[in-house]
């Protein structure tokens, strides 16, 4: 049985705690993660992995339930801090992380060992290549994909097709991603300001730029689906970084049209 949305907020604030506590956010990590998206020397880490309970919690409610004598197998890709991952094997599911640490030199050595502890697997994996490992042969019920798309500055065609490939028969995708036409970014671009990353940000940054090569839309994230072969079971249209009463006001149509609001997510099967 699943648990409920407090509950989970305060399970889902522990794991970070204890991430933080293994990888706290520093000035050294700052100048590591800025390599390849200049952005975030200033970017206010912390806040947005508080707030990112909201995407957790979203995502959880897709969940399979987790009460069954067989747990539920789910692949996290580019899980970054495993913020999402280490909540999810709290509450039951057994779960894999593949992030392509490489990218971040030693920074991230204690947290792998750490999250490795705690029960998950964690694969140096890069998911949007063609996959030749050996042993990589497992089928998942679940395969997360979350704000990872936004970045790929390559088609997405193959990390569609490594989820399709797998993913069980009856196992679900569940895809994230920022909505371009969040309505803050219709106002930025009705008063002549860009929407895109900083022209500094992509000057400075190492190759390769990690930062948001393609936001999507609702249509786009349809037609991702159908062009990857899967059918949309589930699509949902959310906020989670406007936090304050004077924020929501400000920005009123993301209370009341989808095609607003912050992010996309979409549930995918076969």
Not at 2 to 11: P, Q, S
Not at 49 to 71: G, H, M
Request: include cysteine.
């Amino acid at each position: 049985m699943k648990i409920n949305k407090k509950e989970f907020r305060k399970t889902y604030y522990k794991c970070l705690k204890d991430i933080l506590a293994i990888r706290p956010i520093d000035e050294a990590l700052k100048d590591i993660l800025a390599m390849h998206d200049y952005d975030f020397k200033n970017f206010d880490f912390l806040y947005y992995l508080e707030q990112s309970w909201v995407r957790a919690w979203e995502v959880y409610k897709l969940l399979p339930d987790n009460t069954s004598s067989k747990k539920i197998k789910i692949l996290d890709i580019g899980s970054f801090f495993g913020n999402f991952a280490l909540c999810f094997k709290r509450l039951g599911y057994d779960v894999i992380i593949v992030e392509v640490y490489d990218y971040y030199k030693n920074a991230f050595d204690e947290l792998k060992i750490f999250l490795e502890n705690e029960g998950l697997k964690v694969l140096n994996l890069d998911f949007t290549t063609i996959l030749f490992k050996e042993g990589f042969k497992e089928k998942y019920d679940v395969i997360l994909c979350l704000a990872v798309l936004e970045h790929l500055g390559e088609s997405p065609q193959q990390l569609m097709s490594n989820i399709r490939s797998f993913l069980n028969q009856d196992g679900e995708a569940l895809i994230e991603v920022p909505n371009i036409a969040y309505w803050p970014n219709r106002i930025k671009l009705l008063i002549g300001r860009s929407i895109l990353p900083s022209i500094e940000s992509i000057y400075i940054s190492d190759s390769p730029f990690m930062g948001h090569r393609h936001e999507y839309t609702i249509r786009e994230m349809k037609l991702l689906a159908q062009l990857s072969g899967f059918k949309i079971k589930h699509i949902a249209c959310y906020n989670y970084s406007v936090d304050s009463l004077l924020g929501i006001i400000l920005r009123l149509p993301i209370l009341f049209f989808s095609s607003c609001k912050e992010i996309i997510m979409v549930k995918l099967e076969k």
